[in-house]
């Protein structure tokens, strides 16, 4: 009985997900306590055809895992009773366990998204972002396009502060709903041409500026460790835009909630806690921002410039299945990366706060590949509040003309309403002002994205219990 309901699953698992052979092991052999915990590699990387009349789907010969690896009939038996035993008469504890490690094996077997760079352009699954495309004159190709939306897991546990959040139709803050109605929004982004977006583990000013910020928003407690209610909207996001086919510019620290965590050992202690929870799920689609802005009033000293890149490096050096994250951190408006974080880093991040004149914009870019140990490699504005999108020169345009992506920071500003701004909370994350409207506009024109549809919809996932969406259709 034991052994038929092992075969049922392993049927259900290749009819439902085509999964690899190797992925379905992997499963079995997690109800049976055979797994420690890693993630199998994406079934694209090695994926034999399951109707190719080998497989034990098509021959109805089921391979014995246990007596392969020397068990005894009698060993074989007992495993198995205990795992039945665990997964139908356990406790509950246990029973959720079980499944919520089957859904990670599953989703990180089916990630559409792998962002990766080639010299100084981006790639998604292995081709040139934007492929082909010029704009007046200048290469698009290989760019990565992007708006800072940071507070797409927002929420604040200080309760003295809470209410400056509410939302004006119910008059209270509401993080689930901000979280659906950002996920709600990103088909149409995308549809523009957007390729990334940032979000951050402890967001950013929900008023733009400020020179206090006394709310309490941070995915990490002060011990370094994550709270699973931010790691849960977050997985959902990371999750859309990896439908989506866009990258996600996850920042991990910033400087408005850097001093809640206790110490350096609790800063080191949460970003690898973070790296290994993206790298267990299998994201391919996510760049690392260790810090907003590392010059800008930091409590601890290996989040300023001086040594940053010792995180940056620890990022880089933990692996899963021969992958690691693509990371870099950001400076503050105006500023030149310094050598130590130019050398180490995958990508290199500038501001344009500040910076009104679109001359000045160009000259960042230039002096930021003059900075020793540059060599071809990608350079992004990821933050930069100036806009002028209908005139003919601004600091998108002066962005793109150097050769760097570029970054929308839109916040609401005195006397605006509830449709201004992607950063002031709470957040209309539609495309929803004749600000957002300008930049959508001149992106869409930047990256001939109008009228291609470029997602048409979404399908419910047969693994319901994931919770998760399954692309439909992607245009071309």
Partial sequence: MQFGFLKGLEMQIAMRSMLTRAVTAAILALLAGKVSGQVAAPASQSAPALNDGKGAFATGKYRNLFAEIGHTPREIKAKVEKA????????????????????????????????????????????????????????????????????????????????????????????????????????????????????????????????????????????????????????????????????VILGYFYFGQDERLRDEDAVIRATDSATRWILQRGYRNVLIEINNECNVRYDHAVLKPERVHELIERVKKATRDGQRLLVGTSYGGGTIPKENVVRASDFLLIHGNGVSDPDKISEMVRKTRQVPGYRPMPILFNEDDHFDFDKPKNNFMAAISEYASWGFFDYRMKDEGFDEGYQSVPVNWGISSARKRGFFKLLSDITGAAGKGLFTGNRACILSICGRTCPASFGS
Avoid at 157 to 164: D, E, G, Q
Avoid at 187 to 193: A, C, L, T
């Fill in 84 to 247: 039945y035993n665990q997964l139908f008469r356990g406790d509950l504890k246990t029973i959720l366990l079980v499944l919520a490690g089957t859904c990670i094996l599953l989703s990180a077997a089916e990630r559409k998204t792998v962002i990766s760079i080639t010299g100084d352009e981006f790639q998604v699954n292995g081709k040139p972002t934007y492929a082909g495309r010029t704009w007046n004159g200048h290469k698009i190709q290989g760019l990565l396009l992007n708006s800072r939306m940071v507070q797409g897991i927002f929420d604040d546990r200080n309760s003295n502060t809470a209410s400056l959040w509410a939302y004006p139709d119910t008059g209270r803050w509401d993080p689930e709903r901000n979280m659906r109605e950002f996920i709600a929004a990103m088909s149409e982004w995308r549809r523009h041409g957007l390729l990334a977006f940032t979000i951050n583990l402890q967001g950013g000013s929900p008023q733009g500026y400020s020179q206090q910020q006394p709310w309490h928003n941070s995915a990490i407690e002060s011990n370094g460790s994550l709270r699973t209610d931010y790691l849960r909207r977050l997985e959902r996001i990371i999750g859309r835009a990896d439908e989506l086919g866009m990258a």
